[in-house]
C-alpha cells in the first residue's frame, strides 16, 4: 500500500494565517497537524505494508515541508505540484492524480488538514475486503443541521454510496465525508476519465460524486472524534479535543 497527503492547498478560509504558513503546518497544541497524520501512519504500518509515503505540496511553501521533514525526520517524499497561489492551484483530484502518477498499487489518501481519532486500522482491513472498488472513510455527525455543512452519503446495506449530496439543504443521511480514501489499483485509471470529462477538479467530493455514479463506493463510518480545520472556531476546537 502506498499513501498520499494531499497539502498543496491554500486554506484562504483561514487567511491571514495561513498566508505565511500551510494548513497542514500549523501547529495544533504545539505539535503540525500534518504530524497527527504521520504518527497515525506509523501505527498502521505495524499492521499493513506500507511501500511509501508522498506528500503533495505547492511551490509557495515547498521549502517549508522540506525544513519540517529535516526538523522532524520523518521519512516521507515530498512533491511539489507548481502552483503559487490559489489561483493557479491544481486543485485536489489533480493533485491525487500527480501524487499517484503512474505507480500501479493500491492508495490511501488523506487530507492533510483534517484531525481524527480513528486509528484506520478497521477502515483498510473493509476497503481491502472491498476490492476492487474504491472506498471512503465517513463520519457520523449525528444532527442533519451540522451535516448541510458537508458532503452527505447515503449507504445501502452492502454500505454501497447509493446517494452523495454536496452540502445539501435537506441532507438524507448524517454521514458525512472525510478526506479518506482508498483507491485499489484497479480503479486509478478513473481519475483520467474524471478530469477529461470535468471543468472542476478541486473539491474532492465532486469526484466521489461522479465516482458513485460510474462505479461501486463503499463507505466506512470512522469511529472517536473528527474535525475539519476550515475556520478559526475548528482550529479552538482542535486545540480541546487534541490534547
Same mark, same amino acid.
Given at each position: ?5 494531499? *497539502? ?58 522540506? *525544513?519540517?521533514?529535516? #526538523? ?19 486543485? *485536489? ?37 472491498? #476490492? ?12 442533519? #443541521? ?45 481519475? &483520467? ?34 474535525? &475539519? ?15
Amino acid at each position: 500500500m502506498h499513501i498520499v497527503i494531499l *497539502a498543496a492547498g491554500y486554506g484562504t478560509r483561514l487567511y491571514p494565517l495561513t498566508k505565511r504558513i500551510a494548513k497542514p503546518l500549523v501547529t495544533v497544541n504545539n505539535k503540525p497537524m500534518i504530524n497527527y497524520l504521520v504518527d497515525k501512519i506509523k501505527n498502521l504500518a505495524d499492521s499493513f505494508s506500507v511501500d511509501e509515503v508522498r506528500v503533495v505540496v505547492n511551490n509557495k511553501f515547498y521549502k517549508s515541508f522540506l *525544513a519540517w521533514k529535516n #526538523k522532524y525526520k520523518v521519512r516521507v517524499k515530498i512533491l511539489n505540484d507548481g502552483s503559487n497561489s490559489p489561483d493557479d492551484r491544481l486543485g *485536489a483530484i489533480k493533485d491525487m492524480k500527480f501524487a499517484i502518477g503512474k505507480t500501479k498499487a493500491d492508495w490511501l489518501v488523506l487530507g492533510g488538514d483534517n484531525l481524527f481519532q480513528d486509528d484506520l486500522l478497521g477502515f483498510i482491513k473493509f476497503a481491502k475486503k472491498k #476490492k476492487p472498488y474504491p472506498s471512503i472513510g465517513l463520519y457520523d455527525v449525528e444532527y442533519k #443541521k451540522m451535516a448541510t455543512r458537508f458532503g452527505v452519503v447515503k449507504l445501502n446495506k452492502e454500505k454501497e454510496i447509493s446517494k452523495f449530496q454536496e452540502k445539501p439543504k435537506k441532507p438524507l443521511s448524517t454521514l458525512a465525508a472525510s478526506c479518506v480514501y482508498f483507491f485499489p489499483k484497479q480503479s486509478l485509471h478513473l481519475f &483520467d476519465s474524471f478530469i477529461s470529462h470535468n471543468g472542476s477538479v478541486d473539491a474532492s467530493g465532486k469526484y466521489i460524486a461522479w465516482l458513485s455514479k460510474e462505479s461501486k463506493v463503499f463507505g466506512y463510518t470512522l469511529g472517536g472524534k473528527w474535525i &475539519d480545520i476550515g475556520h478559526f472556531d475548528s482550529l479552538k476546537q482542535a486545540e480541546r479535543e487534541f490534547k
